[in-house]
């Protein structure tokens, strides 16, 4: 059984940054994506950013490009989300996924195309 658990949320002032972990366990990591989502009150989950753990390529929103890197340590199966230059509007819980048998060609941005999911942490820019 796969578990995600995220940590690293916390309450930062506009313009500073947080970098959030994703331990996974109970699989070895390999032709999988692992995704990071976010839903902010009274709005839909939605879609954030994705990396491969064989490749390390990765995908973004537009609306935290250039801003967030996502990252993946295969050795301590975890994977990281660095905010950085963050704004009130990132304000949200911010959730890991794991996407199983991924293909190669192809990034996932769906929720659906995800198997796990994490509980989820708080992330709250002041403005």
């Known amino acids: 059984q796969v578990r995600l658990v995220e940590s690293g949320g916390g309450l930062v002032q506009a313009g500073g940054s947080l970098r959030l972990s994703c331990a996974a366990s109970?699989?070895?990591?390999?032709?999988?994506?692992m995704g990071w989502f976010r839903q902010a009150p009274g709005k839909e989950r939605e879609f954030v950013a994705t990396?491969?753990?064989?490749?390390?390529?990765?995908y973004y929103a537009s609306s935290v490009k250039g801003r967030f890197t996502i990252s993946r340590d295969n050795a301590k199966n975890t994977v990281y989300l660095q905010m950085d230059s963050l704004k009130p509007e990132d304000t949200a819980v911010y959730y890991c996924?794991?996407?199983?048998?991924?293909?190669?060609?192809?990034?996932?941005?769906?929720?659906?195309?995800?198997?796990?999911w994490g509980q989820g942490t708080q992330v709250t820019v002041s403005s």
């Open positions: 990396i491969k753990w064989s490749s390390g390529n990765s």
């Open positions: 996924a794991a996407n199983l048998g991924s293909k190669a060609y192809m990034f996932y941005l769906q929720q659906t195309d995800y198997d796990y």
């Open positions: 109970g699989r070895t990591f390999s032709s999988d994506d």
